[in-house]
């Protein structure tokens, strides 16, 4: 760990501004992730800036029947709010697949979104690793890799993005809203977090010197059916293996509209919506979902370690789908698989 | 003897339970000393060796650091092997840190950084810079099995593979029904809750308080005197409390070398903790091969045994454990070869963890059985009955005693073993795959020397010290209930005094003999209080206790009576009031019984029924049930035993299907060195779990009936889930841990 400055920022000028005069600053929402890197000599940051004084802590219903869950809301805050376990219960279940109840009381929304990765090679500063110190190389190509990536992976880095909460969010389209010295923005999640390709330092699109303040979810036929299906190697507290957000829209056993996003398998939470479009319209049934399966997983390549992802994304995917047909999703209180 | 207070065999909650529910209870890392120092260690980054340079100026000028020691400027430390070798030490050469530019092992402390604040030490050792030559790394036990060798020098006689007996290849080559298989085991790394620390307190005239986190305070002890030359009386070693060890603790760590040398080179009082990530670079459960032939003859009587077991160790310490004697004594066989060997690795040596050898050998024992039990088409609860034996067929020894049969028959009754299908697979419920599976566990019961002091005062207060350790077993609680029933007091009136160098001799805790060999001093020293006392009384006069014997008499209401007719008796206040005494002690000793061992061998018994559900198409294994059927003598406390019993079956569970290093074999490195990748159960992942113990009378194992429940409880649980899972999904799952990515590839349809 390194010395760093403090300071705590009152309203979000200060925040930015403060980031601003210092390009190696972090801000500090729940600290369960970047505190932890920082232990680990991994984050380096000069000037931690805490912004848990920043009135962000609101769940707002919309006029337009959208929520917009502001970034220091915990997860814990979120995973059992009315409004959010009526309209947007995906995201419910996702959260409390998660960490475990200290932890999600702490994490932030704004921090969840921007968590790293836990691949063990970023984690030990004495490995290379280009996401944490680009051009050293890449100690998990080859090495121990049974946590990473089998889609969309670069020769430069496989590995992926740890969230939960995260994969519910892609399925569910939400938008990111920032705000930096620019101005404000909003960032459609699946251009929030990008794939490593040559870049694997950068994890998203945000800019230095940007704040997330919220994030915005819009009106959805899905509450009725949906499931999120971790698998993992034990059956609580650990990252997902393969993890599927899965949400139907179905009238009379076909499907009207859908989203699948898919985590533990990619740098990013892992959608592909012009395959959701391909298979609207079709059938809710197991072979539908296989196909999908199969269709997601096209391009799907093991590092070694990791090759069981492919048959167990296949797996919980048409699993997940069917759970969400059938309005029976995943329970997570008693872990039991459904 | 006494027995109306029932303090003996009552679940009373352990002793010191508030302080350690109210953090009151201090810890090797919690005392403090103003100008206290603080160290923080540098590690190695590479498995394999030599430090080319080492540049420490960046600490050494980071503000409040005190000195960074290296192997260049470390004190002098004694330089014979033998003053580095602590009571449980290993054949080969004990680790010294900072003892030269070798690197040895990944995560090897190559320096120490001292500090005023802990923080400005943890900061400051980032800023080392070390230029390495590396050598080739070696740590795959799969790998190295290749360069295996008989160690030259056995840790233990009693290790040694016992001889062969009858002609075992023929009896395979001849029987209608054999298995032959191996089973590979990954490494395991010891990571109780409290972390390694010692605090080193050092008064004006230059004596050394320790408080360190170790299973024996009088080893520390020992081994600081001989490595930094200090006399006995320089030196206490306290260890009040520890939170948990699980062998961990039995051999001192290098933080507590760290802690006296800096304060001695300093003059300062001196703490040293390790992080969560040192641990992973400890003592470990050695990565382990295993080969089993078994046969048996269409009855299920089995043939011939031969099991051959490779383990890893380091390069400079050769750890053995007792893996292959257990497939000669657990069931009756006339045709036996068992051999053991090592392959060096580059990896720290290898270290007990609860039940070592045991936890190892019944994997692959108990797993083969199974598979044996399949091949002739019998029940494996049947087949495991059909070879009951009721002696010592390695040694040709009488057993003290032997329950296991009742833990078959009780274990099975409350599992419901009777309502299981033979058929892999044949037991389906909705989406889930069942599975029933059943292993024995077998344990030495050993008694080790221990002393013990008990003190007792006119108000029937009584303190028993001795220097045992509790870490975590509820050793406190068991010795006050022993001094209680002896005599004749509730417990509430017994102080317990361990976890002190200074204390009356006692060996490291470990091998669960603690019980029997502590417990056994205690009741020694009462009854040398109650001789005292009568001898007392009857030299008073009009005595009414003229002629009685020791034997004849209790302790109730403070009164040394006649058991048999309380009314005859005197007060204890009174018989030490007339001889001008305030209390009155006794010093208890036991030692393991020389003429006994001739002819008997004790050990603990256990059968483990264990329910998997897997789910038939993503292989998520969920152990829904657990029955635990234990033997092991009388039970002084079945709550703190329960729990012992159910910590090892959780901890079994993990062997099974969690826990394991991950090393990158290229590097020679351990990759998930953190609790958020090195998976154990979390809580979710354990359901049932039934303890059972069963009635067994011994009264030779020790002189209070106890045989010890340490380790017992994880013996077999490995092989049970592996059996349930083959029960459930037809595949024999041989490498450990069974994954979830193992099952899912082995379901049926796959
Ligand atoms: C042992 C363990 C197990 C875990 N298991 C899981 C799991 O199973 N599933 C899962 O999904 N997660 C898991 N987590 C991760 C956990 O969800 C994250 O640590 C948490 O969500 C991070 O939120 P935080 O508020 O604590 O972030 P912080 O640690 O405070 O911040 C993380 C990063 O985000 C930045 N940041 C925070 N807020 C903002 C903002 N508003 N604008 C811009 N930047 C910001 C910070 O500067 C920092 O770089 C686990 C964590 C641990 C320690
Ligand atoms: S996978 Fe990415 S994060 Fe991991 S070592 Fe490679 S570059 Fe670093």
Redesign the interface.
Known sequence: MRPFSYTRAETLGDAMAALAANPTARLLAGGTNLIDLMKYDVERPAAIVDINRLPLKEIEELPDGSIRIGALVSNATVAHHPAVTERYPLLCSAILAGASPQLRNAATTGGNLLQRTRCYYFYDPSTPCNKREPGSGCGAIGGVNRIHAILGASEHCIATHPSDMCVALAALAAIVEVEGPDGRRDIPFSDFHRLPDDHPERDNTMRHGEIITAVRLEGNHFAGHHSYLKLRDRLSYAFALVSVAAALDVKNGMIVDMRIALGGVAHKPWRDSLAEAEFAGQPATEETFAALADRLLAGAEGQGDNDFKIPMARKAIVRALKQAAAGTPQVQSDKQIR | MLNEKNVFGSPLPRIDGPLKVTGTAPYAAEYHDPGMLFGHAFYA?VASGRIASIDTSKAEAYPGVVKVYTHKNRPALASSDDAWKDEVALPGHPFRPLENDRILYDGQPIALVIAETF?AA??AA?LIRVDYAADAPHTDIEVEQAKSYVPPEPRKEDFLPTDPRGDAEAAYDAAPFKIDAEYVQEGEHHNPMELFGTSVIRSEDGTLTVYDKTQGSQNSHDLVCGVFGLKPEQVRVVNAYVGGAFGSGLRPKHQLIFAVMASLDLKRSVRVEMSRREMFYLTWRPATVQRMQVAADADGRLMSVRHHAVQATSLYEDYQENVVNWSGLTYKCDNVRLSYELAKTTMSTPGDMRAPGAATGFLALESAIDELAYEVGMDPLELRGKNFVTYDQNDDLQLTSKALDLCYREGAERFGWDKRSHEPGSMRDG?DLVGWGVATGVWEATLSPAEAKVRLFPDGKITVSAAASDIGTGTYTILAQIAAQNLGQTIDRVSVLIGDSSLPKTAVEGGSWTAASSGSAVQAGCLEIKKTLLSLAQKMDNSPLKGAAVEDLAIRDNRLVLDRNDQLGLAIADILGSNEMSSVEGHGKVEPDQEQAKKYISYTHSAVFVEVRI?A??G?P?VTRVVSAIAAGKIINPKTARSQILGGVVMGLGMA??EEG???H??G?I????L??Y?V?????IHDIDVIFVEEEDDKASPIGVKGLGEIGIVGVGAAVANAIFHATGTRHRHFPI???KI??GLPGQ
Not at chain 2, 671 to 674: L, V
Not at chain 2, 681 to 685: E, I, N, V
């Open positions: 980054t923080e943890r900061d980032d989406q789910d198409e993503l998520v969920r299907l969690h991950m090393i990158d290229r590097t490195r990759m998930n060195h953190n958020a990748e998976h159960p979390a809580h979710a992942d994954t979830i990515d899912m590839e």
